[in-house]
């Protein structure tokens, strides 16, 4: 596309038409009503085709106890389940919601039997973080940094230095750019987020099933977007209407005076009591509760934690943690927040050592971290997001600090902003990042203190990250994460005959190593089939890329509509007037590292 033109390729949407773009065509404040109420999951969804899976597979169906039986025939079984074990061939068999048997030659027990021969069938993959509701907004700033408020390390915090804190969370979240010689004025002030609440659900929906086409079946929910109680129950609902294992994990978004969060204990009218009631009283769902009040004061003057407060209304914890290694130590020091952290999760855990030294070695000086023993004493999960941030300037993604310390952390996508979500690209991140640092230290002249190489993680090791990791840290190893009997039906058939992977040799190995999404070949989520055969099962793929980019239209359109205070001033690289992100060039290219001069590149 010719860079003066405009960057949406869809028709700019009126706002008339934009309102039936509610799930099942209801108005906007037909559906927030209803959706406040929890009940709006029996509508269709955009891009739903039917309540059901295809119909064609209904015909196949024979019922055992009652249930639908699938046997996913003569796989390559990778159960990840030392007491199952592995198999060159064998069958897994799924009765309603579960796994009944894994093993060889389970023979033609009756319902649907899909042939696996050629294809590796595994526990499907699980994410631990995730802004879902940026979803959006995906590459909008992917040579950008994160940028952190206040911290002397990072670059400029202020427009029009464009970064991660500036496009993402002011321009496109917050609706408001902050004035940096006045603190608590604003340049440029919309009064209200750019996203109304059914855009927020249009892209949690997408990227729910995005990711089911990629193999990951569950993910966690991190939207910094809850301003206002509204905002919350939509991205509830498009989680919930997705059919995804998800965990909600409740997080604040722009307070203007309508916020609820975080709520407060013995209340159940707002915030997380509100939450829990309406939407999390089951625990045999596929969404459940997470909430990210840290263990400091629940909110000023609260005379409890907010990992209390998560705990008293059935949450798990997980939290946003970059360099914070004081704030575990702290945490460990208040009695309120217990010492069993098995149902907390803390994300990016970057820059925790005790000494300044790289996160590499395995040397008891330079290894040595307070906040890593701490964790691993009381038993906290760890959530890396390995290649955001390799990208973005959070620091070295802490996977030999996990590792040192005897934990195999998750790893999760942050934010499609700046990368993808790809279970493949995650893994392959973790891998090299770990073996690289590791190698490097094997050559006396990239070692110059003769620092101890560690050990190389292997490929099962970063599935297991992929895999049993996220389900741990999710609070859901007891359902999925493994095949193992007894457990959900999660199950990704990755397919081994493809051009790009054939001929296998060592199955871990081409999990990692080789393939890609395409490999993905079929997926269930709880015994169901969502993704057959390369195809979303009962969802209109064009429909739903047409209602996310008429969401990014008509937030796009609201950031150039009338403010409250001044106009948006251009940035150093989107354009302006009206402001629109750069398509064609740079993102971010001007400053990015304002210590360094430009590249003088030759091929
Ligand atoms: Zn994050």
Known sequence: MRQGSSTPETPVTPEREAESCAPGGKSRRDFLKSS???????????????????????TTVVHGHGKKRILLKDGIVLSLDPKVGDFEKADVLIEGKKIVAVGPSLGHAGGEQIDCSGAIVMPGFISTHNHQYECLQRSIIPDGIIVFAGNAQQQSTAWPYEAYGTVVQSIWTAGRLPDPVAP????????????????????????CLSQITQGVTMGTDTSQASHTPEYSDAMIQGLMDSGRRMVYDYTNGTDRGLSEFPGASGDATRGIGRLAKTYF????????????????????????????????????????????????????????????????????CVR???????QISIDALTSQSRAWEIFAANG?????????????RHGMPPIQMALDHGILPSLSPDVETNMTTDPFSMMRGAFCVQRALANDLV?????????????????RQVIEMMTIAGAAANRVLDKVGTLTPGKEADIVVLDASNINVAPINNVAGAIV???????????????????????????????????????????????????????????????????????????????????????????
């Open 352 to 358: 925790w050592q005790d000494n300044a030294s790289a």
């Open 443 to 459: 050559f006396p002249i990239s070692n110059p203190n003769n620092l101890p190489a560690p050990q190389l993680i292997t490929c």
């Open 184 to 207: 608590g004025t604003f340049l440029w002030d919309l009064g209200r987020s750019p996203y109304d609440p059914q855009d927020c659900y249009i892209s949690e929906l997408v990227a």
């Open 36 to 58: 406040a109420l929890g009940l709006a999951a029996a509508a269709l969804a955009p891009g739903k085709l039917t309540d059901e899976a295809a119909p064609a597979e209904a």
């Open 380 to 392: 906290g999960h760890s959530s890396i997001a390995v290649i955001i941030e390799m990208q973005m």
């Open 513 to 603: 190593t080789m393939m890609d999404t395409r490999n993905v070949r079929d997926v269930l989520i709880a015994g169901k089939i969502v993704y057959r055969s390369g195809k979303l099962v009962g969802w209109d793929t064009r429909r739903l890329v047409r209602d996310i980019t008429r969401a990014r239209d008509r937030v796009l359109r609201r950031i150039n509509g009338p403010a409250l205070v001044g106009t948006l001033p251009p940035g150093q690289n989107s354009l302006s007037n009206p402001y629109r992100p750069n398509f064609l060039g740079s993102c971010c290219y001007k400053g990015q590292n304002t210590t360094a001069p430009e590249y003088r590149l030759r091929p």
């Open 281 to 348: 009283n089951s625990k045999d769902q596929l969404v459940t509760l997470g909430f990210a009040g840290g263990p400091g004061p629940a909110f000023a003057g609260a005379p409890y934690t907010g990992w209390q407060l998560g705990r008293e209304f059935g949450a798990l914890i997980n939290n946003h943690n970059v360099g914070g290694f004081q704030t575990i130590i702290n945490a460990a020091a208040d009695p309120r927040n217990g010492t069993d952290w098995s149902d907390v999760t803390q994300v990016h």
